[in-house]
């Protein structure tokens, strides 16, 4: 039972345009969602996070936007670059909203092209 | 700051062989976990610990082993190895309700 989906296993997009990563849960618990980067042979680092009492959090060139009614998250790269080639995990913790017990996805590798 | 910390990087074991994975952390942080990453399953949680002493199952448990007996430290024991438990192996850190920080990964292929 794959509480945290990402439908996408792969997304290829232009450098310069945005990038859509799309994530949906199936847990209502879940109260505290995030967006893990990962690069081949290393582990996955934080990029940004987003709290249920919230439906958008930007950093930079990243935004996060949550629809608790539809149980839906998305990333936003904009504009996408070439180092932004990366597996991308969307992660969701439930109760109290530690973070030590995460549920991922599992993983939508972004390609940016030239 | 190292933050954390992982070894072996990579190693192979014989089915029924036990070893220990070593994850180690200096940023103090009470939460420490260990999840298996495997292809098109993302990443599980196996066992996690919320402080020194105290650990808890995670959603793929059977086969491993924990103790929490430092704040650093947080080894993962394969008591006797599968084929099924190849699989490249994340430790995590972090304080109380904040994001984890992950180690580099350990890759264990069981044959």
């Known amino acids: 039972d794959q509480q945290v989906k990402q439908n996408s296993p792969s997304l290829s997009v232009q450098e310069g345009r945005i990038s859509i990563l799309n994530c949906d849960y199936t847990?209502?618990?879940?109260?505290?969602f995030l967006w893990y980067k990962k690069y081949p042979a290393e582990g996955p680092t934080f990029l940004i996070s987003i709290s249920s009492i919230k439906d958008k959090n930007e950093d930079g060139r990243f935004t996060v936007f949550l629809n608790k009614s539809a149980k839906h998250l998305s990333l936003h790269i904009v504009p996408s670059q070439p180092g932004d080639s990366a597996v991308y995990f969307c992660a969701a913790s439930a109760q109290d909203g530690t973070a030590s017990k995460l549920t991922f996805g599992t993983g939508t590798r972004l390609q940016v092209t030239l | 700051n190292a933050g954390v910390t992982q070894t072996p990087k990579f190693q192979v074991l014989k089915t029924g062989q036990s070893m220990t994975l070593q994850c180690a952390q200096d940023?103090?942080?009470?939460?420490m976990s260990w999840y298996r990453q495997d292809p098109g399953m993302g990443l599980r949680l196996i066992h996690y610990?919320?402080?020194?002493?105290?650990?808890d199952q995670g959603e793929v448990p059977n086969g491993y082993n924990v103790s929490r007996s430092t704040t650093e430290d947080f080894p993962l024991r394969l008591l006797s190895a599968a084929p099924s438990q190849t699989s490249v192996y994340f430790c995590?850190?972090?304080?109380?309700?904040?994001?984890?920080?992950f180690g580099p990964g350990t890759r264990l292929l069981v044959l």
């Open positions: 847990n209502s618990m879940f109260d505290y």
């Open positions: 995590a850190s972090s304080r109380s309700q904040e994001t984890q920080y």
């Open positions: 940023m103090n942080h009470e939460y």
């Open positions: 610990s919320v402080g020194a002493g105290i650990t």
